[in-house]
């Protein structure tokens, strides 16, 4: 399934995209990851309770990632990086006790 900005009435950094994502596929989103490379994308998938693994583009290098499950500078699969499972994405998100 796709759903991208032309499917929806409001782009990001309104959680609409999400938000009919997780309605069609009829799924939580503490059963989702998003992948995002910008704040806006960010945003959406927070607003939608969505963990959300960054990847920043020449772009949006400069821009800060607050709240995000982790940031990462590329998905490459080498061994110098890390790949986050969903359950390591949620604890992340989970406020410190």
Do not use: Q, W
Request: with cysteine.
């Amino acid at each position: 399934m796709i759903v991208t900005g032309e499917d929806v009435a409001r782009k990001k950094p309104d959680p609409e995209v999400y938000a009919r994502t997780l309605t069609a596929l009829d799924l939580p989103a503490s059963a989702c990851a998003a992948i995002e490379d910008s704040l806006n994308g960010l945003d959406a998938a927070r607003d939608c309770g969505i963990a959300t693994l960054i990847t920043p583009s020449f772009y949006t290098t400069h821009e800060r990632f607050d709240g995000a499950a982790m940031v990462r500078a590329s998905l490459d699969a080498s061994p110098a990086v890390s790949v986050a499972t969903l359950d390591d994405m949620i604890a992340a998100m989970e406020p410190a006790s």
